[in-house]
Nanobody
Framework: QVQLVESGGGLVQPGGSLRLSCAASGSIDNINAMGWYRQAPGKERELVAL???????KYADSVKARFTISTEDAKNIVYLQMNSLQREDTAVYYCYANVKVRGAALTYDAQWWGEGTLVTVSA
């Protein structure tokens, strides 16, 4: 089993900044990718930023140049620095991890989601 624990959401004014954090723990043999998705009211969940191990970062066009994803690999932590926040960024943000899980007899790949953290951008 793998657990993802998010923190850092909250209320911020337009133009402000927030940093989200997500720590992965459990039977982790290796992290294949970590990232962030979001779901706004009435909309489908969408990719915000994804960092596959050893590959280039993928950002949604709407957040490029404003959001930055980074990781602390040794601690299995992923961050999302969000600057110049806009009302349209209001959503529940979900941490995502594609993990090589250490099972009893073998390792296998699986996807995990955090419970979500609410980001509200409002004056």
């Amino acid at each position: 089993q793998v657990q993802l624990v998010e923190s850092g959401g909250g209320l911020v004014q337009p133009g402000g900044s927030l940093r989200l954090s997500c720590a992965a723990s459990g039977s982790i043999d290796n992290i294949n990718a970590m990232g962030w998705y979001r779901q706004a009211p009435g909309k489908e969940r969408e990719l915000v930023a994804l960092l596959p191990r050893g590959e280039s970062v993928k950002y949604a066009d709407s957040v490029k140049a404003r959001f930055t994803i980074s990781t602390e690999d040794a601690k299995n932590i992923v961050y999302l620095q969000m600057n110049s926040l806009q009302r349209e960024d209001t959503a529940v943000y979900y941490c995502y991890a594609n993990v090589k899980v250490r099972g009893a007899a073998l390792t296998y790949d699986a996807q995990w989601w955090g419970e979500g953290t609410l980001v509200t951008v409002s004056a």
